[in-house]
């Protein structure tokens, strides 16, 4: 079964730090997401994307994240500068189609991001 | 806006005897909801889903949910629990046109004891 690959499995960062967490959506997939669960807490919505724009973000996504797919396999998330609280797992997700209810997104098994 | 509440943050059953993880959600507009499962260290597998068809979804590994308009609610259920059912799960809403955000509850830890 196809399945979404994210590197690495583990982030280690110094505070202040960019950092780029790397995912392979499944192939015939058209919506990208990126979740994050920090320690404890549940897991959070941060961005959707689609034809090669943020379709959706959330409060917790500011001007320190960026998406981008720069070719056709590969989705990423980038941390400008990083601080102690992005510590977290975070997840990428992909779907087929925009339409949640006939179309599910699949995980990734996630990046652990810590910050120091 | 929607949101879910999962009742219990700790389930413990024996192995062999039933489980149930209750899950409540709150939304403006008919939702789609969903369980996933996570294991230690891996990422999250949707377990079933509800779409506005049949309120009695059957998923895989045996679960089951039955969407309850009337009670908001979408728990969760398994008739013979297994070792390899010890995991954490995220009842799960989103809206039921086209908005593709997740949004999850807090999680529910499984304990099977032996």
């Known amino acids: 079964e196809p399945e979404v690959t994210q590197t690495p499995s583990h982030q280690v960062t110094q505070m202040g730090q960019e950092v780029i967490l790397r995912c392979v959506p499944i192939?015939?997939?058209?919506?990208f997401y990126w979740y994050r669960q920090i320690l404890g807490q549940k897991v959070e919505f941060l961005v959707s994307f689609y034809n090669n724009e943020i379709s959706e973000k959330s409060e917790i996504f500011d001007d320190q994240f960026s998406v981008e797919r720069p070719d056709g396999s590969n989705f990423t998330l980038k941390i400008r500068s990083t601080k102690l609280e992005d510590s977290a797992m975070y997840f990428c997700?992909?779907?087929?189609?925009?339409?949640?209810?006939?179309?599910?997104?699949?995980f990734g098994d996630g990046t652990r991001l810590s910050i120091l | 806006a929607q949101s879910v509440t999962q009742l219990d943050s700790h389930v413990s059953v024996s192995e062999g005897t039933p489980v149930l993880l209750r899950c409540n959600y709150s939304?403006?507009?008919?939702?789609?909801l969903f369980w996933y499962v996570q294991h230690p260290n891996k990422g999250l597998q949707l377990l079933l889903k509800y779409t506005s068809a049949a309120t009695l979804v059957k998923g895989i590994n045996g679960f089951e949910a039955e969407f309850k308009k009337s009670e908001t609610s979408f728990h969760l259920t398994k008739p013979s629990a297994h070792m390899s059912d010890a995991a954490e799960y995220f009842c799960v809403v989103t809206l039921n046109f086209g908005n593709e955000k997740l949004t999850f509850g807090t999680g529910t830890r499984l304990t099977i004891i032996p």
């Open positions: 997700a992909s779907s087929e189609g925009g339409r949640v209810s006939n179309q599910p997104q699949h």
């Open positions: 192939s015939n997939h058209l919506y």
């Open positions: 939304s403006s507009y008919s939702p789609s």
